[in-house]
C-alpha cells in the first residue's frame, strides 16, 4: 500500500480526491505536506466531506497531474 513518504519520493506533493456518493462526483485536490509519511493514502478516502454537497466517503490517490 502506497504511503506518503512514497509519493513524495516520487515527486508528488497532494492527493486526487473523487467523491463517490451517487448524487456527488465532486473532485477536489488536497495538500497533504502537513501528514506523517508513514500514513497510507488509502486511509485519506472515509474522512473525506465534499465541502459542496456534504458527501461522506472518497476516493483519495496520489496526484499524478501535479
Same mark, same amino acid.
Given at each position: ?35 506523517? @509519511? @508513514? ?19 472518497? @476516493? ?7
Amino acid at each position: 500500500m502506497m504511503t506518503l513518504g512514497n509519493m513524495r519520493e516520487n515527486g508528488v506533493r497532494s492527493l486526487a480526491i473523487t467523491y463517490g456518493a451517487l448524487w456527488c462526483h465532486h473532485e477536489s485536490v488536497l495538500d497533504v505536506s502537513g501528514f506523517a @509519511d @508513514d500514513e497510507v493514502v488509502p486511509a485519506f478516502g472515509p474522512r473525506m466531506v465534499c465541502t459542496v454537497c456534504g458527501a461522506i466517503g472518497a @476516493d483519495a490517490r496520489p496526484n499524478w497531474n501535479e
